[in-house]
Antibody, heavy 119, light 111 residues
Framework: QVQLQESGPGLVKPSDTLSLTCTVS?????????WGWIRQPPGKGLEWIGS???????YYNPSLKSRVTISADTSKSQFSLKLSSVTAADTAVYYC????????????WGQGTLVTVSS | QSVLTQPPSVSGAPGQRVTISCTGS?????????VHWYQQLPGTAPKLLIY???NRPSGVPDRFSGSKSGTSASLAITGLQAEDEADYYC???????????FGGGTKLTVL
C-alpha cells in the first residue's frame, strides 16, 4: 500500500523560498505514475501546483509556473517542491499526491502539512 | 476563481437526496475529460469518492453516485446521513491549461 508523507518547515518568511519534501513508501517513484503537489489555503479550495512524471518530465500550474520547481530523488523515493518569492497568499496546507495520469483521479494523498508565510 | 464551478453550499435532511453540480467548459469536461469527486472532512486530506465520472472505489457506499453530461457533472448522495456532512470537490483536466483543475468546493450541511 503506497503511502506519502510531507515534510518541511511550517513557517517561511515573505520573499523566501518554500521547500517541501514528500517521502513515498510502498512504491518506487521511478516505476511509474505522476507525483504532484496540491495546496489548500485556510478555509478555501484545492489548487493543483504541479506534478513530476516518473521519467522526470514536469508539469506546472500556469499561474504558479514562474515560481515553482518540482524535482525527484528516486534513490530516496522522494520528490520535492520549491516555491520562490512567497507571500502571505501562499499560506496553505500543502499535500503531495499520486495520479495515474494528469487526467486521472488522485487516489493517494499525503496527510498534508501547513505552511505559514509570516515574518 | 476556479475553472470548474460548484455551488458554495447545499443542504438536506437525513434520508433525503442531494446533488452537487460541477460546471466546466469545452476545454475540460466538455472535451470528454473524466471527472472525479472527493469528500473532505475537517482537518483531513480529501478522500476519493467517485472516479472516471461514475465509478466508486472499494469501500464507498452506493449512496454516492456520479454522472456527466455535456460540460457538466453531478454528484448525487441518497439516504443522507449526518456523517456525510463535509466539503465536496470535483476534479478534471483542462487542455488549455494543460493541467489539473478543481472546483471551488461545496459544503454539504445535513439539517
Amino acid at each position: 500500500q503506497v503511502q506519502l508523507q510531507e515534510s518541511g518547515p511550517g513557517l517561511v518568511k515573505p520573499s523566501d523560498t518554500l521547500s517541501l519534501t514528500c517521502t513515498v513508501s510502498g512504491y518506487s517513484i521511478s516505476s511509474g505514475y505522476y507525483w504532484g503537489w496540491i495546496r489548500q489555503p485556510p478555509g478555501k479550495g484545492l489548487e493543483w501546483i504541479g506534478s513530476i512524471y516518473h521519467s522526470g518530465n514536469t508539469y506546472y500550474n500556469p499561474s504558479l509556473k514562474s515560481r515553482v520547481t518540482i524535482s525527484a530523488d528516486t534513490s530516496k523515493s522522494q520528490f520535492s517542491l520549491k516555491l520562490s518569492s512567497v507571500t502571505a497568499a501562499d499560506t496553505a496546507v500543502y499535500y503531495c499526491a499520486r495520479q495515474g495520469t494528469l487526467a486521472s483521479a488522485t487516489a493517494h494523498w499525503g496527510q498534508g502539512t501547513l505552511v505559514t508565510v509570516s515574518s | 476563481q476556479s475553472v470548474l464551478t460548484q455551488p458554495p453550499s447545499v443542504s438536506g435532511a437525513p434520508g433525503q437526496r442531494v446533488t452537487i453540480s460541477c460546471t466546466g467548459s469545452s476545454s475540460n469536461i466538455g472535451a470528454r475529460y473524466v471527472v472525479h469527486w472527493y469528500q473532505q472532512l475537517p482537518g483531513t486530506a480529501p478522500k476519493l469518492l467517485i472516479y472516471d465520472n461514475n465509478n466508486r472505489p472499494s469501500g464507498v457506499p452506493d449512496r454516492f453516485s456520479g454522472s456527466k453530461s455535456g460540460t457538466s457533472a453531478s454528484l448525487a448522495i441518497t439516504g443522507l446521513q449526518a456523517e456525510d456532512e463535509a466539503d465536496y470537490y470535483c476534479q478534471s483536466y483542462d487542455s488549455s491549461l494543460s493541467g489539473v483543475i478543481f472546483g471551488g468546493g461545496t459544503k454539504l450541511t445535513v439539517l
